[in-house]
Structures are given as structure tokens and as C-alpha cells.
């Protein structure tokens, strides 16, 4: 699969150092075009990234962001295109919507640290107009060795992983309750009455240890030598250090998704519609 240019997603990630970011907000962003002049939520928004990016690059589109967490919403409500979306403080159980509000949903690297996965996708179904397009990005059980070599060793010598409460050093772990594997996805979705209609893959091989650099060198830079490595910043300056990092992390990781299922990757994309004429005989993957 190869992702579709888009200018206006290159020109919001022109700070970006993390490739694996790169791709993931560039193929949700291009599959939300058919909701482009809908209204669309972003779950577990955070500091409002992707919902920024939606107002951006679909400025027809009504973006509605939700977090349980008021930090992370102070500071997405300090960004340039928080005026043009909605940010609410909303437990994603039990969501403060009515029944069919939304023409699509996205949900990324946000299911992993939710117990109850399948309450939020109950609610998420909810919320969703028929036919509405739901978006999720998840770690994968079966990442690469270079992505996070300490857990991947733990895991398969002593079945066991670095705490996730210890978010510096956790890695893949950090802060989740799970990671996934594609059955256990997709499983959860169809009983949830979803019908899935595209699974993807991606970061099948990257720099060696990219978590520690993405999650710990990254923080220490971008406050030192390197501002513009702040995803947020709106310092259109280059940055040497940023060019030259991107070059060589950018080199070393693939750049397009696949659907190689058996190979190890770091991430599942997936592509999922709200149809409840098929929710209770549970969805078909492609």
C-alpha cells in the first residue's frame, strides 16, 4: 500500500522526527476524506494533535475531541486551530453524545490503556451513524526486536515486560494495559458490531531502541538544542539537528504500511464500519 501525498498532513508534521507517527496520522487522516463535511470524534484526543489535524486538512468537517484527562486538554485548547473544534473532558465508557452523532470516530493508540475496551467500542458504536467510519491504531503483540529489544527479551525469556506505570523506561509497555494481537482486534470489534473492512501493519523494521529515542531523546532535545522537535511548536524554522535526525531515523524505518500479518510490526491500523444489520452474525475481515 502506498499512502497518498497529502500536503496539508506533510506540512502539519513538518516537525516530526517519529516515523511511525508519520505514517499512522497520514493513512487516518486520508481514509476520513468520504467524512471530510461530517462530524467526526476524536477519541482520547489528548493534547488534540489529530484533532487539530482534522480541522486543518477537512475544515468543512466538525472535529469534536474527548479526553478523561483535564491536563492534556488545557493544552490542546492553547493551540492555533482549538477555536475550529470542540474539546470535552468525557469518560470514554460512557460517552456524552446522543445515539448516531457521528459520521466517523478515530481512536489512536488509545484502546491499549483501557480496561474495558469492549465498553468503550459499545459506546463508540453508539454514537456512530450507520454506515460511520471507525478509525484505531494499536501496538501489536508481535513487534520487532529493534523496536523495543529490553521488552521483547523480557517477554520471551521470563514471559513477563518492564512495568507500564514506569513510562520512561517501559517502552512498548508504557502506561498499557495490553498489546494486541490481530484476532484478539478483530474479535472484539465484531462482538462489539463492527464490520471490518481493512487491517494494515506497519513499522516491520526501524532504528535499533526507536521507543527510547522517540519517547526519552526526543523530550531531552527538543528542550535543549532542538525546539523544533516539538510536533506542536509552530517555529517554522529548520533545525539542523531536526534534518539530520529525521535522515538517518527516516532511513533506517519503511515508510509504507503492509498486510503482513505474520511479519513482526510495531502498529495495527484498522478500518471498521458501524453496520447493524451485520452486528450480531459479527464482521468479515477482507
Known amino acids: 500500500m502506498r499512502i497518498p501525498a497529502n500536503e496539508a498532513v506533510a506540512t502539519l508534521l513538518r516537525h516530526e522526527?517519529?516515523?511511525?507517527f508519520v505514517m499512522r496520522l497520514t493513512m487516518l487522516m486520508n481514509w476520513l476524506r468520504p467524512a471530510r463535511f461530517g462530524t467526526i470524534l476524536d477519541l482520547g484526543c489528548g493534547r488534540?494533535?489529530?484533532?487539530?489535524?482534522?480541522?486543518?486538512?477537512?475544515?468543512?468537517?466538525?472535529?469534536?475531541?474527548?479526553?478523561?484527562?483535564?491536563?492534556?486538554?488545557?493544552?490542546?485548547?492553547?493551540?492555533?486551530?482549538?477555536?475550529?473544534?470542540?474539546?470535552?473532558?468525557?469518560?470514554?465508557?460512557?460517552?456524552?453524545?446522543?445515539?448516531?452523532?457521528?459520521?466517523?470516530?478515530?481512536?489512536?493508540?488509545?484502546?491499549?490503556?483501557?480496561?474495558?475496551?469492549?465498553?468503550?467500542?459499545?459506546?463508540?458504536?453508539?454514537?456512530?451513524?450507520?454506515?460511520?467510519?471507525?478509525?484505531?491504531?494499536v501496538p501489536h503483540q508481535n513487534y520487532p526486536f529493534v523496536w523495543?529489544?529490553?521488552?521483547?527479551?523480557?517477554?520471551?525469556?521470563?514471559?513477563?515486560?518492564?512495568?507500564?506505570?514506569?513510562?520512561?523506561?517501559?517502552?512498548?509497555?508504557?502506561?498499557?494495559?495490553?498489546?494486541?494481537?490481530?484476532?484478539?482486534l478483530t474479535q472484539t470489534l465484531n462482538a462489539a458490531g463492527f464490520t471490518i473492512e481493512e487491517t494494515w501493519y506497519t513499522t516491520h523494521r526501524c532504528f535499533p531502541f526507536s521507543l527510547m529515542l522517540f519517547r526519552i531523546g526526543s523530550n531531552i532535545v527538543k528542550h535543549t538544542v532542538c525546539p523544533s522537535l516539538n510536533r506542536y511548536s509552530e517555529d517554522l524554522g529548520a533545525s539542523r539537528w531536526l534534518m539530520w535526525a529525521r535522515r538517518i531515523l527516516y532511513a533506517f524505518h519503511d515508510t509504507e504500511p503492509s498486510r503482513a500479518a505474520d511479519v513482526p510490526s510495531a502498529g495495527i491500523v484498522?478500518?471498521?464500519?458501524?453496520?447493524?444489520?451485520?452486528?450480531?452474525?459479527?464482521g468479515m475481515q477482507e
Open 48 to 137: 488534540g494533535f489529530y484533532t487539530e489535524a482534522i480541522t486543518h486538512i477537512y475544515p468543512q468537517a466538525t472535529a469534536i475531541g474527548v479526553d478523561y484527562n483535564e491536563k492534556p486538554l488545557t493544552l490542546a485548547r492553547e493551540h492555533e486551530n482549538a477555536a475550529k473544534a470542540s474539546l470535552a473532558r468525557s469518560d470514554a465508557r460512557m460517552l456524552p453524545f446522543p445515539a448516531e452523532t457521528f459520521d466517523a470516530a478515530i481512536c489512536p493508540d488509545v484502546l491499549e490503556h483501557i480496561v474495558e475496551h469492549d465498553v468503550v467500542l459499545s459506546e463508540v458504536f453508539r454514537v456512530l451513524k450507520d454506515d460511520g467510519l471507525l478509525l484505531i491504531t
Open 270 to 282: 484498522l478500518k471498521a464500519r458501524k453496520r447493524p444489520e451485520t452486528s450480531n452474525l459479527g
Open 148 to 184: 523495543d529489544p529490553v521488552n521483547w527479551v523480557l517477554e520471551r525469556a521470563l514471559g513477563t515486560h518492564v512495568p507500564s506505570h514506569i513510562w520512561w523506561l517501559a517502552g512498548i509497555w508504557a502506561d498499557h494495559v495490553r498489546l494486541y494481537t490481530t484476532d484478539e
Open 17 to 20: 522526527i517519529d516515523p511511525a
